[in-house]
């Protein structure tokens, strides 16, 4: 079940923020402005979906996606 995307990078101690459903994350790089992006099983964001289909938002910016769950 997919909540929404962590903040950051954290450790197995740390405690995480999670940005969920409605929230923009700005902690992304590289992505393409208007594009749907989809969490695939090794829990990366990719254009294409996997299997099963797991839709994370759309890019806002090359840093921004907003999320969607």
Do not use: H, M
Not at 10 to 30: L, R, W
Not at 31 to 51: F, H, I, K, M, W
């Amino acid at each position: 079940n997919f909540i929404g995307i962590s903040n950051g990078a954290y450790s197995d101690s740390q405690t995480a923020t999670i940005q969920i459903a409605g929230s923009i994350d700005d902690a992304q790089s590289g992505l393409t402005p208007g594009q749907q992006y989809y969490v695939q099983n090794d829990g990366t964001l990719s254009e294409t979906a996997d299997n099963p289909s797991v839709f994370a938002g759309t890019a806002l910016a090359s840093t921004k996606l907003i999320v969607r769950g």
